[in-house]
């Protein structure tokens, strides 16, 4: 089920989409449907190219949940999900390698010096479809030490390949009590969906959203059309878990944010 959901994802992005148009057409163009079926590819592609597509689906997500801009005093621990570190690439090169998420990792190593008495927790062990090759939790090791952070003080989970993973593979680690603050740190973008899980899971966290990759107010017109369609993907890519975990039974609600402040008696 893993792998058959991995492969519908990647052939279900805006990229693979707008790309099987395009091939698609040109093998059939001798026929107008096929003919049409290469323009809507290729306009498709262009209008990722000169509109802000990626921002106008990745911005719901990223602003979901506010931004933590008045850290409480204390909590009692921190669950940091894998993603940012490129487990292949890092294999293959001897060394831990950041991807885009890569600021989970480095938000983690700066939340763990603000909360010195923190429990600190890395879920994650390889997303990809072929799996015991290597896993994050590794290379995340490697990475906190560089960092400054002692491995010996993380709890490192390293089994999870999905976000539902993380969240029951981590709550049977540490067993979470009633009325702990626990933080949930990954990227704005896949906040929604994570605390969709969490909360499914029975485990009530303080959302910590890193890494944006949205802007409003400073526009930047160099972008390359291979940086925007993977905004774009990334975007897609949550859009479709959200709908896809919702109807599994595995979110709490098809788009979760904030909880509602609790009324004072």
């Known amino acids: ?11 279900l992005l805006p990229t693979a989409l707008l790309v099987e148009c395009v091939v698609i057409g040109i093998l059939l163009g001798r026929w107008r449907p096929g003919r049409m079926l290469a323009a809507i590819g290729a306009t498709g592609l262009a209008a990722c190219l000169l509109l802000p597509v990626d921002n106008w689906l990745i911005r719901p997500l990223e602003d979901r949940f506010p931004a933590i801009t008045s850290p409480p005093p204390d909590v009692d621990g921190i669950v940091v999900l894998g993603g940012g570190i490129d487990d292949l690439t890092s294999l293959d090169r001897g060394t831990p390698i950041l991807t885009s998420a890569g600021n989970r990792i480095t938000s983690f190593v700066i939340l763990s010096h603000r909360y010195p008495k923190a429990r600190l927790v890395f879920t994650g062990g390889s997303g990809s479809i072929v799996q015991g090759v290597t896993d994050e939790a590794r290379y995340a090791r490697e990475m906190f030490g560089q960092l ?4 010996d003080r993380v709890l490192f989970e390293s089994r999870s390949r999905t976000t539902w993973e993380n969240a029951v593979m981590t709550a049977a680690l540490v067993h979470p009590k009633p009325g702990e603050r626990w933080v949930l740190l990954t990227s704005a973008a896949h906040m929604p969906r994570s605390v969709g899980v969490f909360r499914r899971a029975g485990w009530t966290v303080l959302p910590w959203p890193v890494g944006y990759q949205s802007r409003d107010r400073i526009p930047d017109y160099s972008q390359t059309l291979g940086g925007k369609l993977a905004v774009l993907d990334w975007a897609a890519h949550e859009w479709i878990g959200l709908v896809a975990y919702r109807l599994e039974g595995r979110s709490s609600a098809w788009f979760p944010g904030p909880q509602p402040a609790p009324e004072q008696g």
Request: hydrophobic letters at 60%.
């Open 1 to 11: 089920m893993f792998t058959v959901g991995k492969l519908l994802t990647m052939a």
């Open 148 to 151: 400054g952070l002692p491995a």
